[in-house]
């Protein structure tokens, strides 16, 4: 879709969980995701620039970012030459209504480290699931042992077929999600890859 309103946009996330924007430039990429609410971080998403997960050719398991970003905005400056690199989105939305609501009651005291990230807020525990909220925070890596069965049955569910959306980027393209409802992962990449994304953190809405 082209990023026309952000009503229409914002209607497409509360409808779906993502959209998949075709964009101009990266410079255009940059000012969607200042028209969508603070930028609270910008990482270029590349093989071998840094020590992180972002810039390994591992695959990544399905997570959500921090908690501090409302939205992810990934804009593709070039994508991998074999195909590979494909965005794998799991909506949670579904999950939770495929599980028992007493699951769902106890994911609300499954609690998750949050990790101190530059600095958006301290290092902190917070829940699974906020049940009025309806709002996911999920990373594999992070999970407060030991693994309760709420925790057992939501990552057994999020792998089911009917949950998941594949999304690969061309160049040119943007996904933007709902980070506190869409978890996303990516398979493993060649150790060549070439593949380029910029990925912005999005805040809370402006006034």
């Not at 965005?87 to 939770?96: E, K, Q």
């Not at 917070?126 to 309806?134: C, F, N």
């Amino acid at each position: 879709m082209e990023p026309d309103s952000l009503a229409e946009i914002n209607a497409r996330l509360d409808d779906e969980g993502f959209a998949v924007l075709r964009l101009r430039s990266a410079a255009a990429a940059a000012e969607l995701a200042e028209r969508l609410g603070p930028v609270l971080d910008v990482t270029e998403v590349r093989l071998g620039t840094g020590r992180t997960y972002l810039s390994s050719a591992d695959s990544i398991p399905a997570h959500t970012d921090h908690p501090a970003a409302r939205l992810i905005l990934w804009y593709c400056q070039r994508a991998d030459s074999s195909g590979a690199g494909a965005n794998l989105l799991v909506d949670t939305r579904s999950v939770i209504q495929a599980l028992p609501a007493a699951i769902a009651e106890e994911m609300t005291d499954v609690e998750l480290r949050c990790p101190d990230v530059h600095t958006l807020v301290p290092a902190e525990i917070h829940p699974l699931y906020r049940l009025k909220a309806k709002q996911v925070y999920y990373a594999p890596w992070l999970c407060v042992k030991p693994r309760s069965q709420a925790l057992l049955a939501f990552e057994a569910e999020i792998r089911k077929a009917e949950h998941r959306r594949t999304i690969l980027l061309r160049q040119g393209e943007a996904l933007l999600i709902d980070n506190r409802r869409m978890l996303h992962q990516r398979d493993a990449l060649p150790l060549n890859s070439a593949r380029w994304l910029t990925r912005y953190w999005i805040g809370h809405c402006r006034p």
